[in-house]
């Protein structure tokens, strides 16, 4: 870690908390889809109503595709929330993660005029529970919680033996 900068306890804590807590909430939605049978994604893709609706539609024509696709969801989101709650390659998580959220949020935005089939969890307008995980992810990758409380002190440590820097 080059930065030198000193944190409170309470911010250490806050810092590590939102990590841990997002972490749950990406490797369990991750576990979901993994344990029920023939899961996929095909509702959420056909709920798309805004930019990219005509890529989530050729994703549904292409059975194949789908298939590698809703593997490769469930998949990131385990590993984005396994990086996330170990503390282990945090930053490549949080970014992953913020990426992956921002996606989801470009296909079904909280927009006026846009209805859905699929009842949503509250009212939203513009910004979403979505949207604001995905914001608080760039937030994590920006802060080094996995120097604070994770296994990136462990790598870092590795790393310096090597002769080589890893952030």
Sequence with gaps: MKENIIYTPVQKFILVALRLL???HI?????SKLLIPNWSSIAFL???KWILSGFS???IAHPDLLRIIDILNTWGLIAIGMGLIL???T???AISGAILLFIYYLNNPPLIGLEYSVPSEGSYLIISKTLIESAALIALAVFPSGYIA???ILVSRFSNRNG???E
Excluded: P
Aim: proline share 0%; hydrophobic share 50%; glycine share 16%.
């Design 22 to 24: 997002i972490g749950w």
């Design 27 to 31: 490797l369990y939605e991750g576990f």
């Design 46 to 48: 056909k709920e798309s």
């Design 57 to 59: 539609n050729w994703i």
């Design 87 to 89: 503390g282990l390659f």
């Design 91 to 93: 930053r490549a998580a």
């Design 150 to 152: 994770g296994l990136d």
């Design 164 to 166: 080589k820097m890893v």
